[in-house]
């Protein structure tokens, strides 16, 4: 059974339902200890005022999301990419947020140059990466399930964000996400290879059959996931941090109250993770 004092809750699980501020004020009345941020939330509630409200609640932000974006099909481009990720690193360290979450990009428009799109993604890390050690901020690249390969995020194993951390050095981590990892025969091998640089660990389940390829996240204990052994295997590492759960669900979730959200999230995460 998970520890509900190490919960978080993404605030895409109720982003139809709450602004920033509802969020905020939901999940500190329901006894959830963390919330994750989007940025498009954030702009709407405004910096100076979210951080006041994450004080005043004593809320720990277990991640902002989220950076990245790195390939695309011109310097200009590429370039205004990497000065919107400097803006995004100076809102998480203003949260104080545990990590940044990285989504590194797919393929640029009219491409299919799957290599060229990785290593854009390696350059424009190890670009931020100066900016973000300075500012005390851990970036977390998540990698992502490779269905989304071509428009998301062109990586796509733990194995491959590890060899970026390994080639990038400090300052770079990992979030382990159930959804996109689940099924890799090398999971457990590689968490223990992550080791202390896991800076993120999101959950949900993965529905069958899953119906959208984005929007169809399944609440934990619904779908296929073993969560609760990918758990312990991510804890086996000495992961104390947050758990974060991480649910977009058009057709069902964001459509029903936000209090029944939150409060089945509650329930799943004592007996499902
Ligand atoms: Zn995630």
């Known amino acids: 059974m998970a520890d509900l004092a190490r919960m978080s809750i993404n605030q895409a699980t109720t982003r139809e339902q709450h602004s920033l501020a509802q969020a ?18 954030l702009a709407a509630c405004g910096l100076d005022e979210a951080v006041r409200m994450v004080n005043d609640h004593g809320l720990r932000i277990s991640g902002l999301c989220r950076a990245g974006q790195f390939p695309a ?20 360290a203003a949260l104080g947020a ?14 299919k140059d799957l290599p060229g799109a990785r290593q854009m993604i390696r350059d424009g ?30 990586i796509n194993t733990l194995s491959q964000a590890l060899d970026l ?5 400090d300052g770079v981590g990992v979030a382990v ?27 949900c389940d993965w529905l069958l059959p899953t119906t959208d390829l984005l929007l169809d996240r399944g609440m934990m204990g619904d779908g296929v996931i073993d969560i609760p052994q ?44």
Not at 140 to 151: C, F, S, V
Not at 165 to 169: F, I, P, R, S, Y
């Open 125 to 154: 890390l190890g670009s931020l990466l100066p900016h973000a050690r300075a500012a005390g901020v851990a970036m977390a690249i998540e990698p992502l399930h490779p269905m989304y390969a071509g428009d998301r995020c062109a």
């Open 165 to 169: 951390c390994d080639d990038l050095g």
């Open 24 to 41: 905020i004020t939901a999940y500190t009345q329901a006894g959830v200890p963390g919330i994750s941020i989007w940025r498009d939330k």
């Open 73 to 92: 099909a011109d310097a200009a481009t590429r370039q205004a990419n990497l000065d919107e990720n400097r803006a995004a690193i100076d809102e998480a």
């Open 98 to 111: 545990e990590c940044l979450i990285v989504v590194a990009g797919g393929l640029p428009d009219g491409s």
């Open 230 to 273: 990918i758990r312990d295997w991510v804890e086996r590492t000495g992961y104390g941090g947050l758990i974060e759960v991480e649910i977009f669900s058009a057709e069902n979730w964001w459509k029903r109250p936000g209090d029944e959200v939150i409060r089945t999230c509650l329930e799943r995460f004592k007996s499902n993770v």
């Open 177 to 203: 996400d159930v959804y996109h990892l689940w099924w890799d025969p090398h999971l457990q091998a590689q968490i223990k290879r992550a080791g202390e640089r896991i800076l993120a660990f999101h959950v």
